[in-house]
């Protein structure tokens, strides 16, 4: 049986909103917790985005969760040694119940140290490289490395956890899902799709964790939570590759109009069916996902988790 957890959203949430919502999620009854890795939000209406190493450190103390973040680009913004020293220090603090997930970003948040956004190819290139980079330092041993994208010399991590910090590699095409494949302890995508997933196994994933996550949006008013959603997440619903080369916000808002009301309803969970909440979690676990994490879209948490606890995780748990 699929574990299930709670997505933390912080495009949309300051810091101790975030530590507030890991708490309900834990009193609840979900048993992990993701956080997403920003330096932008995606529009100016979700209006945050914290640091996410210092949230994390603030969630080791008040929960017992297990964290995990979905995603970090190790690549550009930040050195892959830093991300380790970031990763290994987590683990510590949660007692070695930190997992980092890791993908090949998006010029949304990568840009501004002013590099060029390099192509998708090349991006999965520097992913590879980063990992084994920080699979190094995670040993605790002295560390050299001169490597086609990164240089590492004479680097050692002496805070680490007793076992090295597992690495889940998120990916949405066969390139990315190879990657996983062949690289990662754990595979993470975003959609039910059983194809990915098998390739992902096949490929040399094995019975490693398949993780996945999926946005909702709970309210007794159907048509109030579409329009909340659109407001807050119509990025999610762009097609094709302009999530990962959109530089600004204000890049996403003038694709907007894009993005009706039908089309949230159609593909975003929203209002209080109980039923509709239930089969779009049980989509991922008859995909062949191990853990799934569901973030609710707007301010009304407390609500979304007093239904959770009482309506949904109850029939996702049973058996």
Same mark, same amino acid.
């Given at each position: 049986m699929a574990e299930y957890g709670y997505f933390m959203a912080a495009e949309e949430f300051g810091p101790a909103a975030l530590v507030e919502q890991a708490r309900m999620a834990e009193q609840a009854g979900f048993q992990s917790l993701w956080i997403s890795d920003h330096y932008h939000p995606w529009n100016d209406a979700q209006g945050q985005s914290p640091f996410v190493w210092s949230v994390i450190g603030a969630l080791a103390e008040a929960v017992s969760l297990p964290v995990e973040t979905a995603v970090t680009c190790p690549t550009m913004r930040i050195h892959p040694a830093v991300v380790a020293q970031a990763a290994a220090t987590s683990a510590v603090m949660t007692g070695g119940n930190f997992r980092l997930g890791v993908g090949s970003g998006e010029a949304l948040n990568e840009h501004i140290i002013g590099a060029a956004w390099p192509p998708a190819h090349k991006r999965l290139e520097m992913l590879e490289e980063a990992i084994l980079v920080m699979r190094e330092l995670f040993e605790g041993k002295w560390v050299n490395h001169y490597g086609k994208h990164y240089t590492?010399?004479?680097?050692?991590?002496?805070?680490?956890?007793?076992?090295?910090?597992?690495?889940?590699?998120?990916?949405?095409?066969?390139?990315?899902?190879?990657?996983?494949?062949?690289?990662?302890?754990?595979? &993470?995508?975003?959609?039910?799709? =059983?194809?990915?997933?098998?390739?992902?196994?096949?490929?040399?994933?094995?019975?490693?964790?398949?993780?996945?996550?999926?946005?909702?949006?709970? %309210?007794?008013?159907?048509?109030?939570?579409?329009?909340?959603?659109?407001?807050?997440?119509?990025?999610? /619903? /762009?097609? %094709?590759?302009? %999530?990962?080369? /959109?530089?600004?916000?204000?890049?996403?808002?003038?694709? =907007?109009?894009? &993005?009706?009301?039908?089309?949230?309803?159609?593909?975003?969970?929203? %209002?209080?069916?109980?039923?509709?909440?239930?089969?779009?979690? /049980?989509?991922? =676990?008859?995909?062949?996902?191990?853990?799934?994490?569901?973030?609710?879209?707007?301010?009304?948490?407390?609500?979304?988790?007093?239904?959770?606890?009482?309506k949904v995780l109850p029939q996702l748990q049973r058996g």
């Open positions: 590492v010399e004479n680097a050692r991590l002496y805070t680490v956890p007793d076992e090295p910090v597992p690495i889940d590699v998120s990916g949405f095409g066969p390139q990315a899902t190879a990657l996983a494949a062949r690289v990662a302890d754990g595979y &993470i995508t975003m959609t039910p799709d =059983e194809s990915m997933v098998s390739q992902f196994r096949k490929g040399g994933g094995g019975a490693k964790p398949v993780l996945g996550g999926t946005k909702v949006c709970y %309210g007794t008013d159907r048509d109030a939570a579409v329009a909340t959603v659109r407001r807050l997440w119509s990025n999610q /619903l /762009l097609p %094709g590759e302009m %999530g990962q080369v /959109l530089p600004s916000p204000r890049h996403f808002e003038q694709l =907007e109009p894009l &993005i009706t009301d039908e089309m949230v309803a159609e593909n975003v969970v929203c %209002g209080d069916d109980v039923e509709q909440h239930v089969r779009a979690l /049980l989509a991922f =676990e008859e995909a062949g996902f191990d853990r799934i994490y569901v973030n609710q879209i707007g301010p009304d948490q407390q609500a979304f988790f007093d239904f959770y606890r009482t």
